[in-house]
């Protein structure tokens, strides 16, 4: 691959290396598409997120990074307004930076889900901390006969609230434990290496869900999962593949029949999508391919699940969306507008959120009929501003992605190399082409030509884009998983301190090697058979295979 000029200066820069005549202090420097000499090349796949997408920092803020097109078509001032919307807390204030938090919220900040910009850290045993910075676990509550969501908490159940308010779960009744699985291998390699594999078991008693304690009786059983934030660098390059393309990989696999367990048939079946995502709320109910989430509830990045949790997890509105996020069947909303010590506080609670008195619902009739209006409006006051809004989707859509790292150690390439072989690169596809990268918008809130673009670029994301099952004990719910991006995950501990890869959808595998072995837990498994094949290398080319996933 022959680099341009723009990237490779960057990378030389980043790298420490002086170029003979290049000054990077010479304001007069031009900065030129012809290609240089193929001086220090290095192979495709180093470029991660190709010309326009890659990064070439490796220290502990490698996640943050703004790609170049950020640079070069003159974003750079507004992800830097994003990143600070995306880092800082929201406040309860009713005015100023960052106001409007609650009446329920998940989290104050984006980065406490997303330390360093990484996916979340793993939980430790005991009582569950939504406060601790790293905590990217959120609590998935759901019927384990329909495998759906409780219909009454929000699906990404808020654990704080602003008083008179009261949070719909109280997090401190909740525990996590983590217990140890053995395989049907006896977590022993042919040549006796061991390793040990461990998930969490959370438990939430009913007298945490507040709509409980004031005499709600659950409709339903319910069971609780947890379930990882994951890395939101590169997204904007994932976004700019196009819907064709997907399509066209789930064919791949209808065709060649690999996967043992299949298809998800709720999304795709003979050729053609069964469900596409949709927003019929702000849009007009086009339909797109899903990508994002490990549910795919989720279609173009421009209505994803960074934009919809700049909302939600904090409940301040925007313009397109003048309403809290609350659980779907107004069952919060109902006994809380009942709870006498709510009743007793909102009018204080209401005078700072109205004080010129413009909503006369929220003052008129009966307390309980004054705090349903409230929780329950259509038409709440703005609390972001589509500046603001524009400025973090521009950050979230600009976030570079880090060139691979180690790319000269003879086991990296020996890694990729058997990583092929074995099967692993068939859902962890290594690469794909953009498209045009036209922007695609559900929520009809964006243009297109506001945020950064990604056209014709070959990226190396390592995955297919598609859901499998691993058959896991505790597993996700429905079991359904999209391949994981592997680019930048191995920088993990680097930038999070954790102590351990924190890998997986609920970080439970310590190390990619656990991860490896929990792809081959059940023999029901869609990675079971490559899994076998990996434990019947030699040691030497297991570690090789880890070196590789750690360093892309």
Same mark, same amino acid.
Not at 169 to 184: F, H, N, Q, S
Not at 228 to 240: E, F, K, N, V
Not at 374 to 393: A, I, R
């Given at each position: 691959?022959?680099?341009?000029?723009?990237?490779?200066?960057?990378?030389?820069?980043?790298?420490?290396?002086?170029?003979?005549? +290049?000054?990077?202090?010479?304001?007069?420097?031009?900065?030129?598409?012809?290609?240089?000499?193929? +001086?220090?090349?290095?192979?495709?796949?180093?470029?991660?997120?190709?010309?326009?997408?890659?990064?070439?920092?490796?220290?502990?803020?490698?996640?943050?990074?703004?790609?170049?097109?950020?640079?070069?078509?003159?974003? &750079?001032?507004?992800?830097?307004?994003?990143?600070?919307?995306?880092?800082?807390?929201?406040?309860?204030?009713?005015?100023?930076?960052?106001?409007?938090?609650?009446?329920?919220?998940?989290?104050?900040?984006?980065?406490?889900?997303?330390?360093?910009?990484?996916?979340?850290?793993?939980?430790?045993?005991?009582?569950?901390?939504?406060?601790?910075?790293?905590?990217?676990?959120?609590?998935?509550?759901?019927?384990?006969?329909?495998?759906? &969501?409780?219909?009454?908490?929000?699906?990404?159940?808020?654990?704080?609230?602003?008083?008179?308010?009261?949070?719909?779960?109280?997090?401190?009744?909740?525990?996590?434990?983590?217990?140890?699985?053995?395989?049907?291998?006896?977590?022993?390699?042919?040549?006796?290496?061991?390793?040990?594999?461990?998930?969490?078991?959370?438990?939430?008693?009913?007298?945490?869900?507040?709509?409980?304690?004031?005499?709600?009786?659950?409709?339903?059983?319910?069971?609780?999962?947890?379930?990882?934030?994951?890395?939101?660098?590169?997204?904007?390059?994932?976004?700019?593949?196009?819907?064709?393309?997907?399509?066209?990989?789930?064919?791949?696999?209808?065709?060649?029949? &690999?996967?043992?367990?299949?298809?998800?048939?709720?999304?795709?079946?003979?050729?053609?999508?069964?469900?596409?995502?949709?927003?019929?709320?702000?849009?007009?109910?086009?339909?797109?391919?899903?990508?994002?989430?490990?549910?795919?509830?989720?279609?173009?990045?421009?209505?994803?699940?960074?934009?919809?949790?700049?909302?939600?997890?904090?409940?301040?509105?925007?313009?397109?969306?003048?309403?809290?996020?609350?659980?779907?069947?107004?069952?919060?909303?109902? &006994?809380?507008?009942?709870?006498?010590?709510?009743?007793?506080?909102?009018?204080?609670?209401?005078?700072?959120?109205?004080?010129?008195?413009?909503?006369?619902?929220?003052?008129?009739?009966?307390?309980?009929?004054?705090?349903?209006?409230?929780?329950?409006?259509?038409?709440?006051?703005?609390?972001?501003?589509?500046?603001?809004?524009?400025?973090?989707?521009?950050?979230?859509?600009?976030?570079?992605?880090?060139?691979?790292?180690?790319?000269?150690?003879?086991?990296?390439?020996?890694?990729?190399?058997?990583?092929?072989?074995?099967?692993?690169?068939?859902?962890?596809?290594?690469?794909?082409?953009?498209?045009?990268?036209?922007?695609?918008?559900?929520?009809?809130?964006?243009?297109?030509?506001?945020?950064?673009?990604?056209?014709?670029?070959?990226?190396?994301?390592?995955?297919?884009?598609?859901?499998?099952?691993?058959?896991?004990?505790?597993?996700?719910?429905?079991?359904?998983?999209?391949?994981?991006?592997?680019?930048?995950?191995?920088?993990?501990?680097?930038?999070?301190?954790?102590?351990?890869?924190?890998?997986?959808?609920?970080?439970?595998?310590?190390?990619?090697?656990?991860?490896?072995?929990?792809?081959?837990?059940?023999?029901?498994?869609?990675?079971?058979?490559?899994?076998?094949?990996?434990?019947?290398?030699?040691?030497?080319?297991?570690?090789?295979?880890?070196?590789?996933?750690?360093?892309?």
């Amino acid at each position: 691959m022959k680099q341009k000029f723009r990237l490779f200066f960057l990378y030389a820069m980043a790298a420490g290396t002086v170029l003979p005549g +290049v000054t990077a202090c010479d304001d007069n420097e031009k900065i030129t598409d012809e290609p240089l000499p193929e +001086v220090n090349d290095k192979p495709e796949w180093y470029y991660a997120g190709g010309e326009l997408g890659t990064s070439f920092l490796t220290t502990a803020n490698a996640l943050e990074q703004p790609t170049p097109v950020v640079e070069s078509e003159g974003f &750079y001032q507004q992800f830097k307004n994003g990143e600070s919307l995306f880092e800082k807390p929201f406040m309860n204030n009713t005015s100023g930076v960052r106001s409007g938090l609650g009446p329920v919220y998940i989290r104050t900040s984006c980065v406490h889900c997303h330390p360093a910009y990484s996916h979340g850290k793993r939980v430790e045993a005991g009582t569950y901390n939504s406060d601790e910075i790293g905590n990217g676990t959120l609590l998935v509550v759901y019927n384990p006969d329909t495998e759906a &969501y409780v219909s009454w908490l929000a699906g990404m159940p808020q654990l704080h609230a602003v008083a008179p308010f009261k949070a719909p779960v109280d997090e401190k009744k909740i525990t996590v434990k983590w217990l140890e699985a053995t395989d049907g291998w006896n977590n022993t390699f042919p040549d006796g290496e061991t390793y040990s594999l461990i998930y969490p078991e959370v438990n939430m008693p009913e007298d945490a869900i507040y709509v409980v304690n004031q005499g709600f009786e659950l409709p339903e059983s319910y069971e609780v999962r947890l379930e990882s934030t994951i890395g939101i660098y590169g997204t904007g390059l994932l976004d700019a593949i196009d819907d064709s393309d997907l399509l066209a990989q789930y064919r791949l696999e209808e065709a060649d029949g &690999y996967m043992p367990n299949g298809l998800n048939a709720a999304f795709y079946a003979n050729g053609q999508w069964v469900s596409q995502y949709a927003n019929t709320l702000q849009g007009d109910g086009t339909g797109y391919a899903r990508r994002f989430t490990y549910a795919l509830s989720r279609g173009p990045l421009q209505d994803a699940a960074g934009a919809n949790a700049f909302w939600n997890i904090t409940n301040a509105t925007r313009s397109d969306r003048r309403y809290h996020y609350l659980d779907g069947a107004g069952t919060w909303a109902r &006994y809380s507008a009942k709870d006498p010590e709510v009743q007793a506080g909102f009018d204080e609670y209401i005078s700072k959120i109205d004080p010129d008195h413009e909503y006369a619902e929220w003052w008129e009739g009966d307390m309980e009929s004054r705090i349903l209006a409230y929780l329950n409006s259509k038409n709440l006051p703005v609390e972001v501003s589509d500046d603001e809004y524009t400025d973090l989707m521009v950050w979230h859509r600009g976030l570079a992605v880090p060139a691979v790292r180690d790319i000269d150690n003879p086991d990296v390439a020996r890694g990729k190399e058997k990583f092929e072989e074995i099967g692993c690169a068939y859902c962890h596809r290594p690469s794909w082409k953009t498209g045009e990268d036209r922007i695609k918008d559900p929520a009809k809130f964006f243009k297109g030509d506001e945020l950064p673009r990604y056209p014709n670029q070959t990226i190396w994301p390592y995955t297919d884009m598609v859901q499998h099952k691993l058959h896991m004990a505790n597993d996700i719910r429905t079991g359904w998983c999209r391949t994981t991006p592997l680019w930048g995950r191995g920088l993990h501990q680097r930038i999070t301190g954790s102590d351990g890869a924190d890998r997986l959808h609920d970080c439970r595998a310590r190390t990619a090697m656990e991860a490896i072995m929990w792809h081959g837990y059940s023999p029901n498994s869609d990675a079971y058979k490559t899994v076998e094949r990996f434990r019947n290398l030699p040691k030497a080319d297991r570690d090789a295979i880890v070196t590789f996933v750690d360093a892309i």
